[in-house]
């Protein structure tokens, strides 16, 4: 996300030193807000199908690794419908039927899932994506195109920017840079510049 050279340590280390002596630089952080508890997120905040995935995977303690997800993944896809979502973006508020939502401030999560490939963590604006209901089907040969971005033509596939966005659902639980959040409704905002960075 900070394109800093994850594969050569001398080359990272270098950059973070720079910044040292600069002071870093500033990027935008996502706040999201729910019942009174406030959690802050770098990149990507999502509810929907990827939640329950990780919901599950946590729950099991074996197999180790990605090994994991990947079963959790096709165990859940085995009974997922489509969730009937109510969002509020920038005050219009909607009806939506998804298959998830997410609201990423970064441009990927999941181990390289490239969700927003035109996201900006300098822009002060958040990018919300949404993918549609979809067959299983479809959603299994649209998956893989997440890792390197070329899901963004998809007719099931919406990207917007949004600087604010209330996402209600019942039963559905958030996840935040990994970490579950809990369940919805959730206000989520951007904040311009909140995070200093050595990078």
Do not use: C
Request: proline residues 5%.
């Amino acid at each position: 996300m900070l394109e800093l050279p994850r594969h050569d340590i001398p080359a990272a280390v270098e950059r973070v030193l720079a910044a040292l002596g600069s002071g870093g630089r500033r990027i935008d952080a996502g706040r999201a807000v729910s019942a009174g508890r406030t959690h802050w997120f770098a990149g990507v905040l999502s509810a929907g199908f990827d939640a329950a995935v990780n919901e599950r995977a946590n729950a099991w303690r074996w197999p180790r690794g990605q090994s994991r997800y990947n079963l959790a993944m096709l165990r859940e896809l085995a009974g997922f419908t489509a969730i009937d979502y109510t969002l509020t973006v920038d005050g219009e508020r909607r009806r939506q039927g998804a298959m998830l939502v997410s609201v990423a401030n970064g441009r990927s999560m999941g181990g390289g899932m490239a969700i927003a490939p035109e996201a900006s963590l300098e822009d002060g604006l958040l990018d919300l994506f949404v993918v549609h209901p979809l067959s299983r089907a479809a959603l299994l040969a649209v998956f893989p195109k997440v890792f390197t971005g070329r899901h963004v033509g998809h007719p099931a596939v919406e990207l917007r920017r949004v600087r604010r966005v209330v996402l209600e659902a019942d039963g559905v639980v958030a996840y935040a840079d990994g970490e579950r959040l809990g369940p919805l409704p959730l206000t989520i905002d951007v904040v311009p510049g909140a995070l200093r960075v050595l990078a």
